[in-house]
């Protein structure tokens, strides 16, 4: 069965509080920042400010595989009052580019909505 398939939930660390759902928009590189539209859900591999677009779109949250609550990509979230969730270690093998997620930070995970 597809790994993607089994799970519908990934854990995280709050490192900046809310809630959000948008299209989960996987960015493995910074060249593919440029993908990131209003509303999405940036997932990222590392918190690299190089993954961001440059002019700031109001991206609706953000996920992050490694890094902690004061990594870069953590700082601008809470900068963007915006949630973030930091040391996923799998949202962008489980996740998939178009994908139709919601943040709780509260919590601690994203979730994969149908």
């Not at 190089?50 to 595989?65: C, E, K, T, W």
């Not at 973030?84 to 994969?112: F, P, Y």
Request: aromatic residues 2%.
């Amino acid at each position: 069965m597809d790994k993607h398939l089994k799970s519908t939930q990934i854990k995280g660390t709050a490192a900046s509080r809310g809630k959000a759902r948008g299209i989960a928009r996987i960015v493995k590189n910074p060249r593919q920042a440029k993908k990131l539209k209003a509303g999405d859900i940036a997932v990222l591999p590392i918190s690299k400010l190089a993954f961001l677009p440059a002019n700031r779109r109001p991206i609706a949250g953000f996920v992050v595989d490694e890094g902690g609550i004061t990594c870069h990509i953590a700082t601008v979230a809470r900068e963007m009052k915006k949630p973030c969730l930091v040391g996923t270690k799998n949202a962008t093998k489980v996740l998939r580019d178009g994908d139709k997620v919601e943040i709780d930070s509260q919590k601690g995970i994203i979730r994969i909505l149908k």
